[in-house]
């Protein structure tokens, strides 16, 4: 039988184009098709051997790769292990792209709880569209956003937004998406207070273009792992999920949120439960205790 990466075709054809049911319509993305997905076998992998590749003291510069080849023939494992742990994750939250965009901006150094209630602001005051937007004053808008944090600079960062909305696309969104990714991507990176990560979201999740988000979870499995190193770049993560995983959206989408609830349940920044993690079998090194997860990262000196 033909696989995707492990998994069967007949699991493999709900990550086509339409197994996720559209916006507007609908209170948040809705994966109604993978809903109904068997739950994966697991996969009897053997746990790796000490991360191969650069170790401490190799040299003071960050690699030009991440330092373990074999991570790309392990990541497709995670996926279905994760997958299988959690089942679809739903995301993103949001009644519209637009809101969806709003939400990847206001997340930054903030928790989700406080951008839910800055985009109630924002909706009670009927905000919640370019136009309205464009033509609320910066304070109206801060005294919305407040509780997201940073109220100042992400005002700033919106109204930037929706003004290259409307001087480059017109102030569609159909036709700011329509645009190439490299091309979008660089554009939206060119905007104030839009880094990597939140380019990154506004793409796949609202845009559905297949570019893999890199968030401080993923980073810190990987880095526990062995397959990162804490000065490994942002753009070097992301084309290694890139160039490891077949260029799907849906898959993008789903891995990336499987991830962040790894991170929240187990891969912790402190006190991880790498016991009970699904992804346990792949640490290098053993898993009964913090110290011991703690001290098997490779750091570059």
């Not at 901006?105 to 937007?133: C, D, F, G, Y």
């Not at 402190?270 to 750091?299: G, H, N, Q, Y």
Request: hydrophobic content about 40%.
């Amino acid at each position: 039988m033909r696989k995707f990466f492990g998994i069967s075709r007949e699991i493999a054809r709900l990550f086509e184009p339409d197994a996720f049911l559209d916006l507007p319509g609908c209170d948040r993305y809705r994966a109604f098709a993978m809903s109904l997905l068997p739950v994966l076998p697991q996969i009897v992998t053997p746990s790796p051997g000490p991360p191969g590749g650069s170790v401490a003291g190799d040299g003071p510069s960050p690699p030009r790769s991440l330092p373990v080849s074999s991570g790309h023939s392990v990541l497709p494992a995670y996926f279905e292990v994760l997958f299988a742990a959690y089942g679809p994750q739903h995301w993103w939250p949001g009644r519209s792209r637009f809101e969806v965009i709003l939400g990847a901006i206001l997340t930054q150094n903030t928790s989700w709880k406080n951008v839910e209630r800055a985009i109630a602001n924002l909706r009670a005051r009927r905000l919640l569209s370019p136009l309205a937007m464009q033509k609320a004053s910066a304070a109206r808008l801060s005294a919305c956003i407040r509780p997201a944090g940073y109220f100042r600079q992400k005002t700033q960062t919106l109204r930037t937004f929706v003004a290259f909305l409307y001087s480059s696309h017109g102030g569609s969104l159909d036709r700011l998406f329509a645009t190439p990714t490299r091309i979008l991507r660089e554009q939206l990176l060119g905007l104030h207070g839009i880094g990597p990560e939140t380019a990154d979201s506004i793409l796949l999740y609202a845009g559905k273009h297949p570019v893999f988000v890199v968030d401080a979870y993923a980073r810190r499995i990987l880095e526990r792992h062995g397959l990162a190193h804490p000065r490994t770049k942002y753009e070097q993560i992301r084309a290694f999920f890139e160039s490891a995983l077949p260029r799907d959206r849906q898959l993008f989408n789903e891995f990336h949120a499987l991830i962040v609830q790894t991170g929240k349940l187990h891969c912790r920044k402190s006190d991880p439960a790498c016991a009970t993690c699904p992804l346990a079998r792949f640490l290098p090194a053993p898993a009964d205790s913090a110290e011991a997860i703690l001290s098997s990262r490779v750091t570059l000196r």
